[in-house]
């Protein structure tokens, strides 16, 4: 009865989703003749599909990326937007031995020279969070897929997951990585979070020959299972990230690749979130130039916020945080960047006893719109993280419909 009532909300919802944020749009134009629409996109995932991401590259190339079940495995899937919606399916890999989690989700990036660079998460142990990650590259636009590789070199059966990939050069990727090689080291499981083990935060470049090159420790001590997020600014990349203090903080920090090297960890905002274990709510940022915004969830003195936080020099610094949410947030965030230097951000929100994909607008000034009810979602793990990506003149969206079997619904904003 559950799961009518989230699919007969989803219904009556979905409708309020193309004509909100319609609303919402056009008080993001930048001029009294322009008209700006919202439109349902048909989804390409199959059945039982869920764990969708969003990639838009610089050349504006807009890709989603998503999981599907398979005869005794799964498969990582993808699809290109084009006039009219998505294009055919196609498989990046299958597997019978996949690590497959609503939090730690696989990723596809496109590099300017047109490689494609996919990523996903490979059982290396029978603990429950031994696995690795597993990489792999197109050079034709996914019709073939080379040999999977592993970029961290440590070979412990522990935990290696919540990846951010970027492209560094023509034909280079960045990967970033949360590790767990020093709960094996100090001899503890790999499905271990505690007793004093560190998870790090570590990155590596997978050049164009297919070359791993450049791992790198950037941070020693991190939240355990948080997701990551990194951007590209005017100066080099950004990577935000859960931090862990020695007293148990997990507040947001950031690391910056700026003359050649990666700086120290830096706090975005003191929240002071002292909690004993991982929330599984990581941060997003989305980059233009100079200009970034980074998106998180706290419940320091518990007391539940969804913040936003706005820098004009790559990072360097950040303004005041600003609490985006309606007074009960599960958080799970994300947020781009609009042309006007005002931010979209969503989150999920407590709505009488399940939840909601909730969007606004947010300015660095501090001003927020009116939330919009995206969709109706489950407050379950199973809907996990919903995302979204700007590139050029529009706006997309894909999320999980809890259901047996699952969706992943999309949706676009545009504007002409």
Same mark, same amino acid.
């Given at each position: 009865m559950k799961n009518m009532n989230i699919r +007969?909300? !989803?219904e009556n919802l979905l409708r309020c989703l193309f004509a909100a944020l319609l609303v919402l749009v056009c008080s993001c134009s930048s001029g009294p003749d322009e008209q700006l629409s919202i439109t349902p996109l048909k989804s390409p995932a199959g059945d039982g599909a869920g764990e969708p991401n969003l990639f838009a590259s610089i050349d504006g190339h807009t890709y989603l990326s998503w999981i599907e079940p398979v005869d005794g495995g799964h498969a990582l899937r993808f699809s290109e937007r084009e006039d009219g919606g998505w294009a055919p399916a196609k498989t990046v890999a299958e597997g019978e031995n996949w690590f497959v989690n609503w939090a730690d989700f696989p990723s596809l990036v496109r590099l300017p020279n047109g490689t494609l660079a996919a990523h996903w998460l490979q059982k290396s142990g029978d603990d429950t969070y031994a696995y690795d990650v597993v990489v792999s590259r197109s050079i034709d636009n996914g019709a073939a897929w080379t040999r999977p590789l592993i970029p961290h070199t440590d070979g412990t059966q522990t935990e290696h997951g919540f990846v951010s990939m970027l492209p560094w050069s023509e034909g280079d990727v960045l990967i970033v990585w949360l590790d767990g090689r020093n709960f094996a080291a100090s001899g503890g499981e790999g499905d271990d979070h505690g #007793? =004093?083990?560190?998870m790090t935060l570590r990155s590596a470049i997978l050049d164009e020959s297919g070359e791993l090159r450049n791992e790198t420790v950037l941070d020693e001590r991190t939240c355990d299972c948080c997701p990551t997020s990194a951007a590209l600014t005017a100066n080099g990349a950004i990577v935000a990230y859960r931090d862990r203090s020695e007293n148990e903080v997990r507040d947001i920090s950031v690391v910056r690749f700026e003359s050649g090297a990666w700086s120290s960890p830096a706090t975005i905002c003191d929240d002071r979130w002292a909690v004993a274990g991982c929330p599984v709510n990581g941060p997003e940022l989305d980059a233009s130039g100079d200009r970034v915004v980074c998106a998180w969830f706290t419940n320091a003195d518990n007391d539940a916020s969804a913040r936003v936080a706005f820098s004009s020099n790559g990072g360097r610094s950040w303004g005041a945080p600003i609490d985006i949410d309606d007074g009960d947030p599960l958080g799970r965030v994300d947020v781009v960047l609009l042309d006007? #230097?005002?931010a979209l951000v969503s989150w999920l929100e407590i709505a009488l006893e399940e939840a909601e994909v909730r969007v606004r607008r947010v300015y660095a000034d =501090?001003? /927020?719109? @009116? *939330? /919009?009810? *995206?969709? @109706?979602?489950?407050? +379950?793990? !199973?809907s996990g993280f919903p995302r979204m990506v700007a590139n050029g003149d529009e706006i997309v969206f894909a999320w999980t419909e809890v259901d047996e079997p699952s969706h992943v619904r999309t949706a676009v904003m545009s504007q002409r």
């Open positions: +007969e909300r !989803a #007793g =004093g083990k560190n006007d #230097g005002s =501090g001003r /927020i719109d @009116p *939330a /919009i009810v *995206a969709s @109706p979602t489950s407050k +379950e793990r !199973a």
